[in-house]
């Protein structure tokens, strides 16, 4: 999946941006189509230094569109483990899928909304600048010269209302797929059975640009690299929407699967007050395990230790220096833990599975119940699969 070898660039308030190496093709492309379309409407200008910003402006507004989901995501109690951007645009990773269709809808429409409000900011400065006509002018690509700031914003006014417009197909994995499944799922009550619908519409419209960019590839050599585009976009829709199909199929199969099904319901924790050499000689040399959860005195799970952050303390505080001192605290919205009555789906994505190898069972009150480890959910995914 893309995304997932991404090259970090920053962090903005807290949330990873990368961008995958596909994207350096796509930036190198932009510019090199817009220095042309410059040298005409914008002559006596630098081209490529207003290709080159014009492409900036561009992927700030991908970005924005991310930041827009990302920002209701969170609102809503979803995780966010980063922003990609790629040859396509952007993604926004949720650290977890919606759990209603309010939520599924909300965070769909955020995208869009933040690009629509781009594109009419776009149309307000240029009018302000000049008159609306020049920058409506420019947004259709006219040849005419209107300077350098209106070629620019006319070039931002127009391909985010195409990337409005795009994300708007109401086919999965776009937005606007998104916002089909948010709408079938709220008649259906069935999560499972909308996304299979929304994946069904993303594979037609997957094999529709598909079919556009063949007919384009035989309309001559002024629209190959169109039909190529559109036959490339169409063929990764469709697998991504077939993805999500077979991927609703099987949680079919494993919807009834609770953690509590799954989860090792004797764990075994090291109470927070106990010190390093006592952890060390009751739980790490006697199980041999590299990490051990930690409660306090009511059984409530606060965190998780580590061999090696107990090998990090001088002998000489090993018998006073205390576990809770020592752990990784988990505030509840690190991925680390899980609600026993939690589906065995909703920790495919927790990080924790990965990191951890395990995630920690807890009840309504916080109280360790169980670990469910990675290998105790290959065996219940593997007993679900299909033979």
């Given at each position: ?361 807890v009840d309504s009150e916080g109280v360790l119940r169980g670990v469910v480890t990675i290998d105790a959910v290959r065996r219940a995914l593997r007993g679900a699969a299909p033979a």
């Amino acid at each position: 999946m893309f995304g997932g070898g991404s090259i970090q660039l920053a962090r903005i308030f807290g949330i990873r941006i990368g961008v995958d190496v596909s994207w350096f093709f796509a930036l190198f492309l932009i510019i090199w189509m817009l220095s042309g379309y410059y040298e005409d409407v914008a002559p006596g200008s630098n081209a490529f230094l207003l290709a080159a910003v014009s492409a900036a402006l561009f992927f700030l507004s991908i970005l924005l569109h991310e930041f827009g989901h990302a920002w209701v995501a969170l609102r809503n109690g979803i995780p966010i483990e980063g922003i990609d951007l790629w040859l396509f645009g952007g993604v926004a990773k949720l650290g977890r899928d919606s759990t209603s269709p309010g939520e599924e809808f909300r965070v769909a429409a955020a995208g869009p909304l933040v690009t629509l409000l781009i594109a009419l900011a776009c149309l307000g400065l240029g009018s302000a600048l000049s008159s609306t006509s020049e920058v409506l002018d420019n947004a259709r690509f006219d040849d005419t010269a209107f300077g350098a700031t209106n070629a620019v914003l006319g070039y931002l006014l127009s391909i985010n209302v195409l990337v409005l417009i795009f994300n708007l197909i109401p086919g999965f994995p776009l937005d606007g797929g998104r916002i089909a499944r948010a709408i079938a799922w709220k008649i259906s009550g069935d999560r499972n059975k909308a996304t299979r619908f929304a994946g069904v519409l993303g594979r037609f419209v997957g094999y529709g640009l598909i079919g556009v960019g063949a007919l384009l590839l035989l309309g001559g050599s002024d629209y190959v690299f169109t039909g190529i585009w559109l036959a490339f976009i169409g063929f990764f829709l469709a697998q991504a929407a077939g993805s999500a199909v077979a991927q609703a199929n099987f949680s079919d199969r494993i919807g009834d699967i609770r953690v509590a099904d799954v989860m090792d319901a004797e764990p075994v924790a090291i109470p927070e007050s106990l010190t390093a050499e006592e952890a060390e000689t009751d739980f790490f040399l006697r199980y041999r395990w590299p990490w051990f959860p930690v409660v306090d005195p009511y059984g409530r799970l606060v965190g998780v230790v580590s061999h090696e952050a107990l090998a990090s303390v001088p002998p000489g505080e090993r018998a006073t220096r205390q576990v809770g001192t020592l752990m990784a605290r988990d505030d509840g919205s690190s991925g680390m833990r899980a609600q026993v009555e939690d589906s065995l789906e909703s920790l495919l994505a927790r990080e924790s599975l990965g990191r951890l190898g395990a995630v920690m069972a807890v009840d309504s009150e916080g109280v360790l119940r169980g670990v469910v480890t990675i290998d105790a959910v290959r065996r219940a995914l593997r007993g679900a699969a299909p033979a």
